[in-house]
């Protein structure tokens, strides 16, 4: 009903039970906004969440996949430029001043529904319509950002937490305004990894090291029972749990991050290795990135630094939200690279 095709007929239907996605002809797609055409209180607040994230060589992608349709593996070697990332993804707060300064509406807010998690609804039977084969993600009328369970809803108390409900052109709305960019599929691997190489997680290879959680996902009995041993049956504040390497918050769990990429498969290893790959040129999917507070091993083992899914443009659910991304600025007039380049321009 809700959902058009399938692409995760194994894995319990539905592969991710994190993944309703909209019927692509519903959206109108993208509503364009000025580029960056924020108030500098909302240009610096975003600027000053901004770490930088070092160049450097990335082996991309999983060893094997868990999931064959997520096309993670095998792993490839890529080379990136330097660039910043928010340590955080956008919070309720400042997708509310954006929204303010814009007058912004979002796909969900145009549309008039959202996809819920049926757990986080009063009553879910007064809101039977479902995703097929997920049974548990209810549309709900009056669902958007600022109401995440539906009208009556609200963000108070909320406000350090993820923006959710937000569609990648959403997404791609605050970052234009913001004079900010998505990441790139490939940096936001690279961000999430910390510095550490071949690990599974930013912090390390162990789900629970030493007995202490994390990040943010389900732990239980999928999709009824979250015994919410990490401190948080939903969504946790956007800075929560201690950062990585680099200074990231909640870069696996927590919510799903639409980056730029469309859906495909990973770049194709080839020496020297591709520079800032940007995926596929076209599609019909983004690619979302980290998984999220609902990801658990029995039925969407997707909150790896390598795991990777995909969703319609046009689709928003209370699991997904993003983080910004911007080039890193020119060091003394030298190409932000931080590699040096043999090749002259020729004139
Ligand atoms: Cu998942």
Known sequence: MIRKTDPHPEAGAGGCGCLPATPG????????????????????????????????FLEMGAARSRYAVDLDSPRRRVRLDRFELSETTVTNRLFARFVT???????????????????????????????????????VFGADWAHPEGSGSTIEGRMDHPVVHVSWHD???????????????????????????????????????????????????????????????????ARSFPPNGYGLFNMTGNVWEWVADWFGPLPAPRLPPLANPTGPETGDRKV??????????????????????????????????????????????KPSAGFPEASHVSR
């Open 101 to 139: 300064e814009s007058g912004y509406k979002t796909t969900a807010e145009r549309e008039g529904w959202s996809f819920v998690f049926a757990v986080f609804l009063a009553d879910p039977a007064a809101h039977p319509r479902h995703a097929p084969h997920t049974p548990w993600w209810r549309q």
């Open 288 to 333: 979302m990135r980290g998984g999220s507070h609902l990801c658990h091993a029995s039925y969407c083992e997707r909150y790896f630094v390598h795991s990777r899914t995909q969703n319609t443009p046009d689709s928003s659910t209370g699991h997904i939200g993003f983080r910004v991304a911007m080039d890193a600025p020119a060091l003394d007039g």
């Open 171 to 237: 997404a791609a709305a605050f970052a234009r305004f913001t004079g900010t960019r998505l990441p790139g599929e490939a940096e936001w691997e690279h961000a999430a990894r910390g510095g550490l190489k071949g690990m599974k997680f930013p912090w390390g290879n162990a789900l629970v090291p030493g007995g202490e959680h994390r990040h943010n996902v389900w732990q239980g009995d999928f999709p009824h029972r979250n015994t919410a041993e990490d401190g948080h049956a939903g969504a946790a504040p």
């Open 25 to 56: 002809a519903k959206g109108q797609g993208a509503v364009s906004l000025p580029h960056a055409a924020a108030s500098e209180t909302l240009r610096s607040e975003v600027m000053a969440g901004m770490r930088q994230i070092p160049g450097g």
